[in-house]
Structures are given as structure tokens and as C-alpha cells.
């Protein structure tokens, strides 16, 4: 599974490019209202940090305005990482369908339940994010998110889409062992979390036994 970080913080995206296991970075509208910058300014910078695809989302809600919104986007950016990230609406998709056929990348976001993830991928999205802590909330239940990335990787499979999944809404360690079990291509995680991810607390007493063995 592939990991993506899901922050419009530069400084997060520094640190975590140094760590060598980044292969992408997912923003939303909230993650770049916490930086106080501009989207395309972001986004540029972003560009120049990681090799691999940087979601930006769009915010218009009428499919034209929102098309010319991604190609403003495409214009001002001109990079193949760009990867525009689009609603959960029909209008979304509309725009989704047309982008992929002029071979743009596309990211579905918000998405919430399995005939939701199949209009996305009909419409040549290049990946869908379904939520996993949003599911959790909503329908008070730990594996609610867990099941909705299973359902999906199933359908995709089965029908083989193209359509890459991406594991949004990542709060926790355990999320992203979910998100790995149900057949996540890629989660797209806080930078909080991905340090979590490398502790376990008999790494570190193993490393404290071996330090003393060794004499350290
Ligand atoms: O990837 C989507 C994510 O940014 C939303 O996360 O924690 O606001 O549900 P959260």
C-alpha cells in the first residue's frame, strides 16, 4: 500500500518527503484554510517537494464553473502530479468524466458508500477517496470505514476498475492497518499519525536491551 500525506503544510510535507516513503499528498479546502495561503501557491510548492500525485480540491459547485476552475488549476500549475480533486456530486462527476478523457488525474473525495465509489470509478476517476474516520463517526462503529474500502477494493476488482483507492480521513494507527487489510491502494495520512506509525513500545525496550548489551 502506498502512502500519501494528507496536509497542505509545507513544512510537514518537508519532513515527511525526508522520511522516503511518501509517494503523494492529498489537501482539501480545510487543510489549506490552516495555512492561511493560496491553493495554487501551495500547490506549486508542493510540486517541487514530492515525486508523485498532489491532490487539489476544486470549490466551485456547478460543473462548468468547476471545469474551468481545474483548468485554471492545470494552467497555472502546469505539472503531471497535479491531481484535481473533485466532490461527490453529480455535477463532480460530470466534470470527473470530462477531465479523464482529456487525461487530467482526478480524485473523487468524500465519498461514503459503494454505489458512490462505482459512479466515480464509471467516470474514469483516477482515484477515489472514501472516508474512513468521517464512517466511523457517522455510523458509531470502528470497522464501519474498514468495510466501505473492503466493499469497494471487492467491486473493483471484480469489474476491474481503474481506479485507485485511496483511504481518507485517516485518524489513527489502526486505521491505516484497516485500511492496508481491505485492500487500500494507497492511504493518505496525517503527518501526526505517520510518525505514530513507527513506534511500538517493545521496539523500544528491544533497542534499549540491545544498547545495554552492547555496551552503549
Ligand atoms: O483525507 C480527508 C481528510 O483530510 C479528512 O479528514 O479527519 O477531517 O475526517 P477528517
Do not use: W
Not at 500500500?1 to 503544510?9: E, S, Y
Not at 464553473?65 to 500549475?77: C, F, G, P
Amino acid at each position: 500500500m502506498k502512502l500519501f500525506i494528507d496536509t497542505a503544510n509545507v513544512e510537514e510535507i518537508k519532513n515527511a518527503s525526508k522520511l522516503g516513503i511518501i509517494s503523494g499528498v492529498t489537501t482539501n479546502p480545510s487543510l489549506l484554510a490552516k495555512t492561511g495561503r493560496k491553493l495554487d501557491e501551495v500547490i506549486e510548492e508542493i510540486t517541487s517537494l514530492v515525486d508523485g500525485p498532489i491532490s487539489a480540491e476544486v470549490t466551485e459547485a456547478d460543473a462548468d464553473t468547476m471545469y474551468n476552475q481545474a483548468h485554471d488549476l492545470v494552467n497555472e500549475i502546469k505539472s503531471d502530479k497535479l491531481t484535481i480533486k473533485l466532490p461527490m456530486t453529480d455535477e463532480g462527476i460530470k466534470v470527473c468524466k470530462r477531465l479523464s478523457k482529456e487525461g487530467i488525474k482526478t480524485n473523487v473525495t468524500l465519498i461514503f458508500s459503494l454505489p458512490q465509489a462505482i459512479l466515480a470509478m464509471e467516470a474514469g476517476a483516477t482515484f477515489i477517496s472514501p472516508f474512513m474516520g468521517r464512517m466511523d463517526d457517522y455510523y458509531d462503529d470502528t470497522e464501519a470505514g474498514y468495510r466501505l474500502i473492503e466493499e469497494i477494493s471487492q467491486v473493483k476488482e471484480k469489474y476491474s476498475y481503474s481506479s485507485k483507492i485511496i483511504a481518507a480521513s485517516i485518524r489513527n494507527v489502526n486505521h491505516v492497518k484497516q485500511a492496508a487489510l481491505a485492500n487500500a491502494d494507497i492511504a493518505t495520512i496525517p503527518y501526526k499519525v505517520l510518525l505514530e506509525m513507527y513506534h511500538h513500545p517493545l521496539t523500544k525496550s528491544g533497542l534499549e536491551k540491545f544498547k545495554l548489551d552492547s555496551g552503549k
